[in-house]
């Protein structure tokens, strides 16, 4: 029976991979890595320099330095915040996240949130879009972690915090490597494709259910916990 649902942040509850994506595809391509937005959904999750290695291993033929995978990092930060302050410095909500997380509360279970955000504002930021739902005591985000996802490392250290096992638990991930890091520590994961990437890359890492939208999850969740209680 399930007693707590493990909530992922970035392209879950916040609508915040599109800055991402755009930052990730302008600066790359600058430096001669052709990457498009999508592809940064695809690898949403990996480390700076875990993502930009991916690329010039394709067209260099070899990792990046340090010192370029800082200066890439270094410009996508730049981007992504131009861009975040031309729409008003916030990612929006998710829409339906508001209605997952109410189902969710409406049936007693707890909420934990799953990130590998280190902002600071992070509860704050919760408090105001999400009011009552997340308590610092049951989140786990980047400044928790050593190894963060696709590691199971950050889930299963979530389990431990609220006290409960994977059997009585359920993750809501919308990136590949959020699942993979779900699956492996022995949830059953809820993927919500809630960007461009090819909905069978959530399945094949081993996702049980799959929706297009936060808004579809809640129209079924009740179905998916009813069944599984
Ligand atoms: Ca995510």
Aim: glycine content about 10%.
């Amino acid at each position: 029976m399930v007693r707590g649902v493990l909530f992922d942040m970035d392209g879950v509850l916040f609508d915040s991979m599109p800055g991402h994506a755009y930052a990730w595809a302008k600066v790359m391509t600058q430096y001669g890595l052709p990457m498009k937005e999508s592809d940064a959904f695809e690898h949403e999750g990996r480390t700076g320099i875990g993502t930009i290695s991916i690329f010039t291993q394709r067209y260099w033929g070899r990792d990046a330095t340090e010192e370029e995978a800082q200066e890439l990092y270094r410009k996508k930060t730049i981007v992504f915040n131009e861009y975040m302050s031309a729409r008003g410095g916030e990612a929006p909500e998710m829409p339906g996240a508001a209605d997952v997380l109410n189902k969710v509360r409406a049936r007693g279970l707890m909420r934990v949130l799953v990130t590998g955000s280190a902002q600071q504002s992070l509860l704050t930021r919760l408090e105001r879009h999400y009011p009552g739902h997340f308590t610092p005591a049951l989140m786990v985000t980047g400044d928790d972690v050593r190894y963060g996802k696709p590691n199971p490392e950050p889930y299963l250290m979530a389990l431990q915090k609220a006290g409960i096992t994977a059997d009585e638990a359920l993750v809501v991930e919308n990136a590949p490597l959020g699942v993979r890091a779900a699956v492996a520590a022995g949830i059953k994961t809820i993927a919500v494709n809630t960007g461009p990437i090819d909905p069978q890359l959530l399945l094949n890492e081993g996702a049980t259910w799959l929706f297009p939208s936060m808004a579809a999850l809640a129209e079924n969740l009740d179905t998916i916990l009813t069944n599984d209680e």
